[in-house]
Every structure is written in C-alpha cells, then in structure tokens.
C-alpha cells in the first residue's frame, strides 16, 4: 500500500515538472522572438565575394545556415532585430531592392523585411513604424531580407536572414538615435 501511495505521488510530481517544463519552454520560445515559425531546411553555405561593409555576415564553406519562410505574427507591436543595411549600389545589400527594382540612398528611411513580413511584395511601399530608444520613426519597405536565399552573388554571398529582421538604412538607425556600429537592436514594429 505504501509503495502504490508513493508510486502515485512520484508520478503527480513527474507531471507537475513535465507541465511547468513545458510551459518554461514555450515562454522561452517566444521571448525568442520565434511565434512558433521553424526552419523550413537548411542552406549549405558558399564563400565567395562577400562585402563586408556595415558588419556583413559572410557565408562559410560547409556551414549550414537555417531558412524560414515564415516569421512570427505580426501583432501592434511586433518584436524584432533591427540590422543595418546600406540599399546603395556597388555596397554589402547586393542587388537593387525588390519592391522598385532601384537603389536608395543611405538618407532614405527605408527597410528590408525578412520573408515572412515580406509576404511575397504585399508590404512594399507601405510604411511601417518602428519604437526603439525611446523613439519612433517611420520607414517604408522597400526589400526584402531574404530568408530562405543567400550564400551566393545575388545575395552577396550573406547567409539568410533570420525570420525576424528589420534590415534599416543607417537613416533609420540615425533617426532612432542609435548607433549603427551596433550591427543588431531589438526593436518593436508596427504597420502604419
């Protein structure tokens, strides 16, 4: 009898750690910022002639670099990384942006979204807001941070991007009045 009591109250606090596990590992993964969007595979990376202006991630031979083509909700305040990326030609963005097929100068507020966020060009032109350091600034999209492609020419030899960036011109970073030496700053979004 006792050991059947003791069975139980062994199982009940096995359960009661499996749940609080399992809760710990959700909130987890959402303050990652993830919502529940996974790799969908993964890209062998290619070296090649990556430009390294604004801190570029260049691809490594071998390495395997995870692709999304989703990214989390977007919600009145969305989560995100905020990278810098010149949109220029002949700089470290590749080649011209998706939306115009043009090249912007690094004064222009404009952004690059990751896939998801990008949704096929259904966000180009449109502005988003974007709160960081107190501040608020709006941008338009222009690109997208594509996070399924990279490692090649087209791509600058850059792996994906991850599923949550905002990829700003250094005019977005100056009006949030921060340096964009950083590389990366966790921002809220917003459509307008």
Request: with cysteine; net charge negative.
């Amino acid at each position: 009898m006792a050991a059947k009591s003791l069975l139980r109250q062994l199982t009940l606090v096995l359960v009661f750690a499996l749940i609080h596990l399992s809760n710990y590992l959700v909130s987890s993964h959402r303050s990652l910022g993830l919502g529940g969007c996974h790799p969908s595979g993964y890209l062998p990376g290619t070296s090649g002639d990556c430009k390294r202006g604004y801190d570029s991630d260049c691809c490594q031979d071998g390495k395997m670099y995870p692709q999304y083509r989703c990214s989390p909700p977007v919600t009145g305040s969305t989560r995100a990384q905020m990278t810098v990326n010149c949109f220029a030609e002949n700089c470290d963005g590749g080649g011209p942006s998706e939306c115009d097929d043009s090249y912007h100068s690094d004064n222009e507020m404009v952004v690059a979204l990751s896939t998801g966020w990008y949704s096929g060009g259904s966000r180009c032109h449109k502005n988003i807001r974007i709160n960081a350091n107190g501040k608020s600034v709006v941008a338009k999209v222009v690109d997208e941070c594509d996070s399924v492609n990279g490692c090649d020419d087209e791509h600058d030899f850059q792996p994906p991007c991850p599923n949550n960036v905002v990829d700003a011109s250094p005019a977005v970073w100056r009006a949030l009045g921060i340096d964009d030496g950083i590389g990366v700053y966790h921002i809220t979004w917003s459509e307008e």
